[in-house]
């Protein structure tokens, strides 16, 4: 009986200590510019700086719904990695060949991250496109979200 308990314990142990393991996680987003004639910006952006939400998040209640009066400035992150990527469209119209090279770059950042060590846990996409002759706007957004344990 001591055989099997002794092992067990150490099991559950060993066990316990991987789920208490913490996660340390990357966001990185792909704004890619679907506004005609090439006039868009489009991007790879991530962070190298630390925020905490809670330093800027209020909560609201039935009794206390006042305005959340957090400084803009402080939100913002100076430090941060922009890979220029290129626009899906031109003169011409869509540029397949933009494409390709976009995805070359994002390819090479996703490899990259995980030669450091990071696993790709979610993608996550949206769609705002031109809403006609007039609107002119859009973008092609996709967020890439790793994790790995905290070292």
Do not use: C, H
């Not at 390709?100 to 705002?128: C, H, P, Q, R, Y």
């Amino acid at each position: 009986m001591k055989k099997i308990i002794l092992p067990l314990v150490f099991m559950l142990l060993i066990s316990s200590e991987i789920l208490a393991q913490q996660y340390e996680v990357n966001v990185v987003t792909v704004v890619e510019s679907i506004v005609p004639n090439g006039l868009g910006r489009s991007r790879m952006i991530s962070t190298n700086s630390e925020r905490d939400y809670k330093e800027f998040t209020t909560t609201q209640s039935e009794d206390d719904n006042s305005r959340n009066k957090a400084d803009r400035s402080e939100i913002r992150v100076k430090d941060y990695d922009e890979t220029k990527l290129l626009n899906f469209y031109n003169l011409g119209g869509i540029r397949f060949q933009n494409i390709a090279a976009n995805d070359a770059l994002i390819t090479s950042k996703i490899n990259t991250m995980l030669a450091e060590g990071w696993d790709l846990a979610f993608v996550t996409s949206a769609v705002e496109s031109d809403a006609g002759e007039k609107d002119g706007q859009g973008i092609f957004i996709t967020r890439l979200i790793f994790k790995r344990p905290k070292q």
